[in-house]
């Protein structure tokens, strides 16, 4: 969101009942009536704009946006990919123990995006793997789309020589030379609850990268696809089976319009912890906590940490048979519309427990303050990681052990209690 002066401007995505509510508690709407504030969430296009240097903006301190400036640093699939192998190499040039390997050359710690490739650059590449397993699956993602557009899933090369190729010259070219395709191997054994595929919603609040602090969102949850899964050939072109996104299973005919396919989190956590215990439950969440940090950690040297931003992701996660855990996507501009009454329920609190951050105690914004609000104004947030506190407690030293533990903040597991309290992260 951001305060600046004029008329009361929305966006789509957000629906205005859910924001005037918001604004109406702290007191902010009879400011905007008096035409003193206004106050709009900002598209990623607008904060292009802003931080342009053509446009010459200049943000005062009562103002705050909801996006950081390069924040597709992270948020576009190419560049996400890009930063986390940067980041591995980084540390293993250190030679951190968290970038080790198994005897098959593979991060033992690091291994949680699905091997990727940049299309048309790493076309040879991309060929090379693909002939090491021929009977592979791949699935093809644009790099700026969201909501499953554009996406297909290949099996053989044809299919993708069919897509590349131009009819006069037998050279790799993109089909149009503004959009970059991802290609990366599909999770073709993903854990299934009722013969159906599903994936993870969380949400992260990230209030600044340096020093790194951000927030995990308890309220997460899981999106099923409408139609049983099969990793039959014959079925790669229905994407009923294959995609999660609601934008696309909407669509279907066993679409349920009440529950509209989803799971809290807590649910989830309660039917692992029935079918393959507890134990193995903590350590699933643990990792995901994980892969969470360790993502905004190898973008955090690279992301425009401006003061007046802060921002909202939408992760993305798969969780296979053998419950692991892989990183899809992050999302820039998670949806905040709402498709059934309890995700209206769910996005109202989002969004209140998001400002309440942002902005403590209603009040007017200041982007010089600390950005580390009391724990009673969290409300369904909890601290994920905490750089500040980290390393001012010794939480932070290199890792010895399995990573993926909560750590309280004298560095003890936090385990206790059974349930995760998330504080600092080791």
């Keep these: 969101f951001r305060i600046m ?18 604004f109406e508690k702290r007191g902010w709407i009879q400011v905007a009536e008096n035409e003193d504030w206004n106050f709009y969430w900002m598209s990623v296009q607008t904060i292009r704009n802003v931080f342009s240097v053509e446009t010459g903006y200049r943000l005062s301190d009562d103002q705050i946006v909801n996006h950081f400036p390069n924040h597709y640093e992270l948020t576009r699939k190419d560049l996400m990919v890009k930063n986390i192998k940067r980041y591995r190499k980084e540390l293993e040039k250190e030679g951190s123990p968290l970038a080790e390997k198994d005897e098959n050359g593979k991060y033992i710690y690091l291994d949680f995006v699905p091997v990727t490739f ?42 993708i020589k069919k897509w590349s190729r131009d009819s006069k010259t037998s050279s790799f070219v993109s089909q149009s030379s503004k959009e970059a395709y991802v290609i990366s ?56 089976v294959h995609l999660t996104n609601v934008a696309i299973q909407k669509h279907g005919d066993d679409y349920n ?11 989830l956590r309660l039917y692992l912890e029935s079918t393959r215990g507890k134990e193995v439950t903590n350590k699933l969440f643990d990792e995901i906590h994980w892969i969470i940090v360790q993502s905004l950690k190898a973008v955090a040297p690279v992301m425009n940490n401006d003061k007046h931003c802060f921002e909202c992701y939408g992760y993305d996660i798969i969780i296979d048979d053998k419950l692991k855990p892989w990183l899809i996507e992050v999302n820039a501009s998670p949806s905040l519309t709402s498709s059934t009454a309890n995700d209206r329920i769910l996005k109202y609190n989002l969004i209140n427990d998001t400002l309440n951050i942002a902005v403590p105690n209603g009040e007017i914004p200041d982007c010089k303050w600390n950005k580390s609000p009391p724990k009673e104004v969290l409300g369904n ?7 500040e506190m980290a390393q001012s407690d010794g939480t932070d030293r290199d890792l ?18 059974g349930k995760p309290v998330l504080t600092t992260w080791k």
């Design 257 to 267: 319009h009440i529950h509209g396919g989803k799971w809290t989190v807590s649910n």
């Design 5 to 22: 002066a004029g008329k009361v401007k929305w966006v789509t995505d957000i629906e205005k009942s859910v924001l005037i509510n918001n």
């Design 118 to 159: 940049m299309l048309p650059a790493d076309y040879n590449l991309f060929v090379e793997e693909f002939r090491k397993n021929p009977s592979s699956t791949w699935i093809m993602k644009p790099c700026g789309k969201a909501q499953g557009k554009g996406i297909f899933l290949i099996n053989k090369l044809s299919q």
């Design 381 to 387: 947030y909890e601290v994920l990681y905490d750089e």
């Design 185 to 240: 191997l599909y999770i073709n054994n993903p854990l299934l609850i009722g013969g159906k595929k599903f994936d993870l919603r969380l949400y992260v609040l990230v209030s600044t990268y340096r020093p790194l602090r951000c927030y995990m969102y308890k309220l997460g949850f899981c999106r099923f696809c409408t139609v049983k899964y099969t990793p039959s050939t014959s079925e790669l072109d229905n994407m009923f």
């Design 400 to 417: 010895r052990s399995r990573p993926g533990q909560s750590m309280g903040v004298k560095g003890s597991r936090a385990r206790d209690s």
